[in-house]
């Protein structure tokens, strides 16, 4: 097995910088009352002087503009696993380690990537572009990955004789011990972990006792370390708080990307797509505008979903200031297949046509833009129902009649002997005779031809069996 972590040092404060479309100095604070300081800042804040345990007083003197932020121990424990339902798209098997860290078993899934360095390129631009600043770590063995990402400027481990050599010289405070064992190590003049592996076993087993044993045996692989699997959620939902309200519909373009490319993750490594995204904005002291996306066929791809959200707020007036951006999405199904090129990207005769669809009704809406679907009806009125474009039951239209309704039928003139629309229409088949909806008050009795014009137009008209027998033009042919 081969196992990538990914360390997210910078996770306590991204979570809440994530919207951010400028630099700016960003600092987290934890504790309470004058207990209360500096757990993590960005480089701009230490490049002013700003650093963790300084006093958030001291750090606004060095920075008028400094945002600062308390720790949120329950959205970090959120963010990560929204992060490993992300990472599901290299690897099926990713498990937590908590506070700050994924693993991944990517024995399986590298050569997808063309091999263990491509794909840690992969990972790492896939991380930039969600906002997170992430340090990467491969050996054979969790532990060994886990240090190794700690540890900068280490490349892979991808075989057991190695893994000794690559941690021979990395500190023994990366050990995930406890405090006083550490002491009692470093008190034995022990100060990285290639001394620590080097005593003999047998007195190490006696003075530290087999927690310390067990504990190195995992991390060179002599004793199995299994991982409990990340299980995905049923749905997606994630929020975003912008660093300041709004009324511009391109500042909310920023942070909805990087939902969306969390989104993208989360689908690809389950294998479908999404009809649905429901957008909410939320407003201070107002309630939230709800945007909801509707799809003809199910999707996954972020930059396709970006360009429904763009033409659907370009429409849109924000009457108050967003302060925060969110997106759920439940509907999960199987993609659909398509075909694809020699070069083995979809084919665009697939994509365009559903996703025309998509963007007219995005930026017209969603009543404007729809399917039709039969209904068992004799009157060519009744006969059509709107439905959701892309709906099962496809509208398919008998030969004899025309595609296009006039929403009114239209009176034609009666002159020696035939119907005239600007000139004379020459009957070309037989009559269909409609008798139908008497049950309604919507009743009916009409004979109806194709007819044409000297220009070989065809349209369809009819003649009232009752009453004054006027004739009408109803249709007209492509």
Not at 221 to 250: C, K, M, N, V, W
């Amino acid at each position: 097995m081969l196992w990538l972590c990914l360390h997210f040092p910078q996770l306590p404060m991204e979570i809440h910088s994530r919207a951010e479309t400028a630099a700016s100095p960003w600092g987290l604070t934890e504790g309470k009352g004058t207990c209360r300081s500096i757990l993590l800042c960005n480089t701009l804040a230490a490049a002013c002087g700003i650093h963790p345990g300084m006093a958030p007083g001291t750090a606004y003197a060095l920075a008028a503009d400094l945002h600062l932020r308390d720790r949120d121990e329950a959205a970090e424990r959120q963010a990560l696993e929204s992060l490993a339902a992300w990472a599901m798209q290299f690897t099926s098997l990713v498990s937590l380690l908590p506070p700050l860290a994924l693993l991944l078993e990517i024995g399986g899934s590298s050569h997808l990537f063309k091999g263990v360095e491509a794909l840690l390129r992969r990972v790492q631009q896939c991380a930039t572009q969600l906002g997170y600043v992430i340090e990467l770590g491969v050996a054979p063995t969790p532990l060994g990955a886990w240090l190794l990402a700690r540890a900068p400027h280490r490349k892979p481990v991808t075989r057991p004789d190695a893994l000794i050599a690559a941690l021979c010289d990395l500190p023994l405070s990366l050990l995930d011990l406890d405090d006083q064992l550490l002491r009692r190590l470093r008190g034995l003049g022990l100060r990285n972990i290639g001394e620590l592996l080097r005593l003999p076993r047998a007195g190490l087993a006696r003075r530290f006792g087999p927690q310390l044993m067990d504990y190195l045996d995992r991390l060179l692989g002599l004793h199995p370390d299994p991982r409990l699997p990340f299980q995905p959620p049923p749905r997606f939902q994630q929020r975003i708080l912008l660093s300041a309200e709004t009324f511009d519909y391109e500042g909310l373009l920023f942070p909805a990307r990087r939902l969306l490319l969390e989104l993208a993750g989360m689908l690809t490594g389950r294998q479908t797509g999404t009809q649905r995204l429901l957008w909410t904005l939320g407003h201070p002291r107002r309630s939230a505008t709800v945007i909801t996306l509707e799809l003809a066929a199910p999707d996954h791809d972020p930059q396709h979903f970006l360009h429904l959200l763009r033409e659907r707020l370009m429409c849109l007036t924000l009457d108050h200031p967003v302060e925060s951006l969110e997106l759920v999405v439940t509907d999960m199904r199987p993609l659909q297949p398509t075909h694809l090129t020699l070069d083995g990207t979809p084919s665009v005769a697939t994509l365009e046509w559903p996703r025309l669809v998509e963007r007219l009704r995005a930026r017209l809406g969603d009543e404007a833009v729809h399917g039709l679907r039969c209904h068992p009806d004799h009157r060519p009125e009744q006969a059509w129902r709107s439905a959701p474009p892309g709906a099962a039951g496809t509208f398919c239209a008998r030969t004899t009649r025309p595609l296009w309704l006039l929403t009114n039928p239209l009176v034609l003139e009666y002159l020696n002997g035939s119907p005239w629309l600007g000139e004379r229409l020459f009957i070309e088949a037989y009559p269909e005779r409609i008798e139908s909806g008497w049950w309604d008050d919507g009743g009916i009795a009409r004979d109806y031809f194709v007819a044409r014009d000297g220009a070989f137009a065809r349209y369809w008209i009819f003649r009232e069996r009752v009453g004054e027998r006027r004739w009408f033009l109803h249709g007209l042919f492509g």
